[in-house]
Nanobody
Framework: QVELVESGGGLVQAGGSLRLSCAAS????????IAWFRQAPGKERVFVVG????????NYGDSVKGRFTISRDSAKNTVYLQMNSLKPEDTAVYYC?????????????????WGQGTQVTVSS
C-alpha cells in the first residue's frame, strides 16, 4: 500500500509559478512510477507528467513541456511539480498517482494509488 498526500495548490495569476508536492508513505518506491494528473471542471482527468523513481527518467504531456518540471527527493519520499508560466487553462485539481512498475504510462487506469488532489487556480 502506498499513501500519497498532495500539497502546494492555490490561486496564482497568469504567468506565475507554483510548486506542488506529493509525499509518499508506505511501501518502497524503488520500482515505482509517480505521475501527476489533472482534472479541469467538466473534463476528464489527464496525464501531466510522470517520473520513474529509480532512474529519474521523465515523460511530459505536450501541454506542459518547457513550463513544468517534475523532480523527486528520495530522502523525503517526495515528488515535486514545479509549474512556471502558468496559464488559465492550467486551472484544475492536480492529483498525484503511483504505480508499482517502471514504465511511465499516460493512462490513469494503470495507476493503483491516488492522492486526494490539490486545487490550482490560475487567474487571467
Amino acid at each position: 500500500q502506498v499513501e500519497l498526500v498532495e500539497s502546494g495548490g492555490g490561486l496564482v495569476q497568469a504567468g506565475g509559478s507554483l510548486r506542488l508536492s506529493c509525499a509518499a508513505s508506505g511501501r518502497t518506491l524503488s520500482s515505482a512510477t509517480i505521475a501527476w494528473f489533472r482534472q479541469a471542471p467538466g473534463k476528464e482527468r489527464v496525464f501531466v507528467v510522470g517520473i520513474n523513481w529509480s532512474s529519474g527518467s521523465t515523460n511530459y504531456g505536450d501541454s506542459v513541456k518547457g513550463r513544468f518540471t517534475i523532480s523527486r527527493d528520495s530522502a523525503k519520499n517526495t515528488v515535486y511539480l514545479q509549474m512556471n508560466s502558468l496559464k488559465p487553462e492550467d486551472t484544475a485539481v492536480y492529483y498525484c498517482a503511483a504505480k508499482e512498475s517502471r514504465t511511465i504510462f499516460v493512462g490513469q487506469r494503470f495507476y493503483n494509488y491516488w492522492g486526494q488532489g490539490t486545487q490550482v487556480t490560475v487567474s487571467s
